[in-house]
């Protein structure tokens, strides 16, 4: 025991003063060991891989008929049309197949590293998806309509794009949106009811005005009264099924002509990109609705990441007090965007009736809220990710009616079909995407001087 | 620029944080406010910043009075403050952090990323606050997470920068840095506020010192006083700043660890073959630099994180795969390093946070059911008897402030019969008349025949409480040194250097 230390003098904080001499600036590094998976994660990876290559070769490769798949690729009013082709039936299924395998074995193998493994994820989807194609056309009756089959999914995608930008818009700000259903299902209504009074682009703006006010709604009690928002959504849904249900009832029932027919937007051709075979058709021919899809996704994209708004839209969402204390107003900025979310929910309800069918029905919207949020979530609360899983469940819709039409070597259950999207969902999240990160600050009111 | 508070006084509910403070900081002065824990300089602080409304007085810049809505407000009035919590946002790079909420913009709202980062590079030279403007604040030390925090404040342009405690998370070459940082400031005419519990640092760089107690200015101190006379002043009581205690009588080994490795999931090695033993009766300090492993060891033992290899045993018996619950139920006091994060429930009154781990256990309650006025009786035993400073045991922990919530922590794990402590950072933000105390309660813990593993980063805790010290540095316990080692022994092995003696051994 050191005499020194129980010496009496109270002035030991300066006697021991203990600098310690090192340059300055130096930097205390821990070493690293070469950055690689764990090896259980990289073999259970390519072990999933080669699974899905077996089934392939195996499953689709034994049961496919005999004939060569042909394929359309016009959609409907294609304007340039390309011709059909077709490719060899079980030999490209089983090369597709052993692609895959090969991409599953080289995973074993080496590791891909992750940045690779999300392509190498993308190409076995893929590949399988052509092998499952070609596996559909071998019965050799019909041509697959592949290009009515991506206008269908480009389709049904749309309100589920819009639903999920409506849920980015106020999840990455932190107030976490389950009430896209309900924000739809009201712009469904109002898109229906102003449509058939006063023209569609009139219903239009309707549906997103509504949408706007049933955002506000969620807005109020989300940011100014801090109820719990995952319940909050609930009730909101619940309100906005009552009452466009006994709106519904009480006009559209009896009064169809003058309360719910609203014509339907037609498709408009933008000249010369609309030319461009395939491609043109696809995308440069479709309604109003489809075109303020596309704006809204990139306008969201560059402005997240490019604008001041976008900055601090994702650190009030991550850390709101940090924002706070440099002077952002949290509370108006979190109003803004859920608002603007609720008027995007609402134009993806108004995709359902003026953009589609061209009439409102109770609960049309079905779930597509939920998926849209699934998206979001499976996107992981990135506006290109959301977009890539909207046309993903979009797809699956579509290729579920597709295959319905076509006659399949094997007959496929559409119950089975119908599950086949949330299946590879589960998968996917799990084994590709890694670990999903919500927003910090998603779904924590946010009190001053707490 | 001259900044006055006058007569300021924060009143949360009935009760005063602050009361009628009156403080005045010249242009160009390094002014430290020194108090114990809860005496209200924070609060203060966020007053002075526009986080909190006064109830009473008036902030005064440059002769005429102010009225702050929000720091946006403070800040174009030349106002700038780190925080004793950072508040930075993880996702987001360091230029992005700096310009937040006051953008570069070109047309249209969109962001001028060149000029954050020119304006983060010149800043970063120009007073040696060295960081990348591109790397994601998550990523980054806190030491440098704070360069981060400073450069916010100077990118626009702060005349008065508040220091909350800036150097309680930083190691000792980080705190030299920062000294030499805040002297080019001052060079440069900028006022600062500095919050420290080190009265070495205190004493070292401020102009002027006020000192606070229970929301009151109780009086001015200059740099030249002693230690002594400073903490008494805080404290109201005459604080012995020296560790009284007896050579160890060192029993039975309690805590055995043997080759122990943790390796992260990035495959990264944290902890590098640890072997130690522990005795009943003494104090083992892990002394070294922040983010050498020392957290993983000590959550290694408690069962927090599992090892990649070796055995840890406790009385012989092994635990290396026990949970948790498990280790700590055989008599395991565990201090971590940090107490809001791992240590505190924020939301739980103090109450609950003091018996967190023995809820389920007499007196306070068995397998159903507790026993409130068992819990509450503990409560006010455990505040008393560590000086919590609190409105009431049913406060939320997250109100109290920075060293209180450490107390708290504290108080749980040592007032239970223990074999083994493992604390870290047990003063970390404490004050010096409670660092007395803790200080006397862990070598009290040890006279009663405890092992205790202490693991600090401040050299001066580590020899005045330990019996043994072992220096870690990128995972390994690199030499042992007796606590009667200089001060420059020991910052060789912390920065790594194997003195040439040993390495030829
Ligand atoms: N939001 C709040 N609500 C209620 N009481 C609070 C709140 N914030 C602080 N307090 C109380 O005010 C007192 C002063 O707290 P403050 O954080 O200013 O102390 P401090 O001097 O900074 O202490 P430390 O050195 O421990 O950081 C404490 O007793 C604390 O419990
Ligand atoms: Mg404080």
Redesign the interface.
Same mark, same amino acid.
């Given at each position: 025991?050191?005499p #020194? +230390? *129980? *010496?009496?003098?109270? !002035? @030991? @904080? !300066?006697s021991? @003063?203990?600098?310690? #001499?090192?340059?300055? /600036? $130096?930097v205390?590094?821990? =070493?690293?060991? #070469? +950055?690689?998976q764990?090896t259980a994660r990289r073999v259970g990876t390519g072990a999933a891989i080669i699974l899905v290559g077996l089934i392939t070769a195996l499953v689709l490769g034994m049961s496919a008929g005999s004939q060569s798949a042909s394929f359309d690729l016009n959609g409907s009013d294609p304007g340039i049309t390309v011709p059909k082709f077709s490719l060899p039936g079980v030999g490209l299924i089983v090369a597709c197949g052993i692609v895959i395998i090969l991409l599953g074995v080289a995973q074993i193998v080496r590791g891909f590293s992750k940045s690779t493994l999300r392509w190498v994820g993308i190409a076995t989807g893929l590949l399988f998806l052509v092998a499952f194609l070609t596996w559909a056309g071998t019965e050799g009756k019909q041509a697959v309509q592949i290009g009515s089959l991506l206008q269908q999914t480009l389709f049904l995608a749309t309100p589920l794009i819009l639903g999920s930008m409506a849920g980015l818009m106020c999840e990455k700000t932190g107030v976490i949106n389950v009430a896209i259903e309900g924000q739809m299902l009201f712009g469904a209504f109002a898109g229906a009811l102003f449509g058939t009074i006063a023209g569609s682009y009139f219903g239009l703006i309707a549906a997103v005005v509504v949408g706007c006010l049933a955002g506000s709604l969620l807005a109020v009690f989300a940011i100014k009264f801090t109820v719990n928002q995952v319940i909050l959504g609930v009730v909101i849904n619940a309100f906005a099924l009552g009452l466009t249900g006994y709106l519904y009832d009480a006009m559209m029932a009896n009064d169809a002509t003058s309360t719910n027919q609203p014509d339907v937007f037609s498709p408009i051709k933008i000249p010369v990109l609309g030319d461009i075979p395939v491609v043109g058709s696809l995308l440069f021919n479709q309604t109003i609705i489809t075109y303020l899809m596309y704006l809204i996704v990139i306008v969201i994209d560059v402005m997240l990441l %490019?604008? %001041?708004? /976008?900055?601090?839209t %994702?650190?009030v969402g #991550? =850390?709101p $007090?940090?924002? !706070?204390?440099? /002077?952002?107003?949290v509370l108006r900025l979190r109003y803004r965007n859920v608002i603007i979310g609720g008027g995007i929910a609402g134009l993806a309800g108004a995709a359902l009736t003026i953009g589609s069918v061209g009439q409102f029905n109770k609960n049309m919207t079905s779930g597509q809220g939920f998926i849209a949020l699934a998206a979001l979530i499976f996107g992981r609360w990135t506006p290109r990710g959301a977009l890539g899983a909207a046309l993903f469940f979009g797809f699956a819709s579509a290729l579920q009616t597709a295959l319905s039409l076509l006659a399949t070597p094997v007959k496929i259950d559409s119950n089975l079909l119908q599950m086949l999207p949330y299946l590879a969902t589960i998968f996917a999240v799990a084994g590709l995407v890694g670990r999903v990160r919500a927003p910090?600050a998603d779904g924590e009111p946010y009190v $001053? /001087? !707490? | 620029m001259k900044l006055e508070l006058r007569g300021i006084t924060k009143m949360f509910g009935s009760f005063t944080a602050n009361d009628h403070i009156d403080l005045v900081v010249e242009p160009g002065q390094i002014h430290a406010l020194l108090g114990e824990n809860g005496a209200g300089k924070s609060t203060l602080m966020n007053v002075l910043y526009g986080l909190y409304e006064p109830t009473e007085g008036e902030i005064v810049v440059d002769g005429e009075a102010q009225k702050f809505n929000g720091p946006g407000d403070a800040m174009r009035a030349g106002i700038g403050m780190v925080h004793q919590h950072f508040m930075l946002v993880p996702v987001l790079s360091v230029a992005e952090n700096v310009m937040l909420g006051d953008e570069y913009t070109r047309s249209a709202g969109m962001l001028d990323q060149k000029k954050a980062r020119d304006v983060v590079s010149r800043l970063s030279k120009d007073y040696h606050l060295e960081v990348n403007p591109d790397v994601l604040v998550e990523d980054l030390p806190v030491g440098i997470q704070q360069r981060v925090e400073i450069l916010k404040a100077l990118a626009r342009h702060a005349k008065v920068l508040i220091l909350d405690e800036p150097t309680a998370v930083l190691t000792p070459q980080e705190t030299d840095h920062l000294m030499d940082v805040m002297r080019s400031l001052k060079a440069d005419g900028t006022s600062i506020v500095f919050i420290s519990h080190k009265l070495r640092e205190v004493r070292a760089i401020a102009d002027t010192i006020t000192v606070i107690r229970r929301g009151k200015v109780v009086g001015q101190a200059e740099p030249t006083a002693s230690p002594a006379e400073l903490a008494a002043m805080m404290v109201g009581r005459p604080v012995q700043l020296k560790v009284d205690k007896e050579p160890a009588d060192a029993g039975e080994v309690v805590l055995g660890i043997d080759g122990l490795s943790v390796t992260a999931p990035t495959g990264q090695v944290l902890v590098d073959d640890v072997s130690l033993d522990v005795r009943g009766g003494e104090i083992y300090a892990i002394a070294g630099v922040q983010g050498n492993g020392q957290s993983e060891l000590t959550e290694a033992i408690v069962g927090l994180i599992e090892p990649s290899a070796g055995r840890i045993t406790l009385e012989g018996a092994d635990v290396t795969d026990e949970t948790t619950d498990k280790i700590l139920g055989r008599g395991v006091g565990y201090v971590p390093e940090d107490r809001m994060h791992d240590g505190l429930v924020g939301g739980f009154s103090i109450a609950e946070n003091l018996v967190l781990d023995t809820y389920d256990e007499a007196p306070f309650g068995n397998a159903i059911s507790l026993n409130l006025s068992a819990i509450s009786r503990n409560a006010s035993e455990r505040i008393d008897e560590f000086d919590v400073r609190t409105q009431s045991a049913e406060s939320a922990a997250s109100t109290l402030s920075g060293g209180n919530q450490q107390k708290v922590v504290l108080a749980r794990e040592m007032s239970r019969p223990l074999r083994l402590l493992v604390v870290s950072q047990p003063t970390r933000g404490v004050d010096v008349g409670s660092q007395e105390f803790v200080h006397k309660r862990i070598v009290e813990e040890r006279d009663r025949g405890t092992a205790v593993l202490l693991v600090s980063t401040e050299l001066d805790e580590v020899i005045a409480l330990a019996d043994r010290v072992g220096v870690m540095y990128g995972g390994k316990i690199i030499g042992e040194l007796p606590p009667t080692a200089t001060a420059e022994e020991f910052g060789l092995l912390m920065a790594g250097q194997i003195s040439d003696t040993k390495e030829s051994a």
């Open positions: 025991m050191s #020194e +230390l *129980n *010496n009496d003098s109270t !002035d @030991v @904080v !300066d021991s @003063v203990a600098t310690v #001499e090192v340059a300055p /600036g $130096k205390v590094e821990q =070493h690293v060991v #070469e +950055l690689k764990t %490019r604008s %001041r708004w /976008g900055l601090r %994702r650190a #991550e =850390h $007090k940090a924002a !706070d204390t440099v /002077g952002i107003n910090a $001053k /001087g !707490d | -």
